[in-house]
């Protein structure tokens, strides 16, 4: 059977890195709002010029885009999904309940990646002096200011998802500090 999970937490919580674990060991497929909208600019698409602004101010895009994309992915059917950095609001997360519920899926966790905020600025900091020392693209929304908005739009609009998952009886907590084998090998244990 397989199973539809959430890995919920702040920008920098290593969400994305824990996901791309998840495709490899279980096979499950990883469904990224971040990684279609960067995408979507990419691509030089309208709505990719429309977020464009929005993302690099580290502000969250609207509900209505982001359960757009998601409802396009379900709609090809199927299960074993990761959704990294959806949902964001109460909003989306109703929305993903009733999207699931019409292909008769439900999601079996939440996995709330735990880390502390000097951690966070740290990590995303770095990234972006890796990506610009090997010569590589760095994230528009890698930098001081942008971090600030994304850390502040975590606690004000996503962070009252825990409650409400935790309500549902999904919620579960991971320690985010833990070397990338010890987080997998948590989070192992909670999905078997
Ligand atoms: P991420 O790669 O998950 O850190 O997302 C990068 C940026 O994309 C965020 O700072 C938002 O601007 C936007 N974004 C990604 N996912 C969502 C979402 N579920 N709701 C709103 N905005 C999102």
Redesign the pocket.
Known sequence: MSLNIILLGP?GAG??TQARILTERRGLVQL???????EAQASGSEMGKL?AD??A???????E??IGLIREKLAKGGSGFIF??????LA?ADALGDLLAETGESLDAVIEMQVDDETLVRRIVNRADEARAAGQPV?A?DNAE?VGV?LM?YYKQTSPLIGYYYAKGLLRGVNGLAEIDAVAAEIAAILD
Not at 57 to 63: A, E, I, M, P, S
Not at 84 to 89: I, M, N, Q, Y
């Open positions: 920008p969400k994305g990224s709002t971040g990684d279609m909208l960067r977020v929005v993302m101010k580290g502000q969250l895009v609207t509900d885009i982001v990294d950095g959806f949902p964001r609001t989306q994230r929304d942008s994304r739009a």
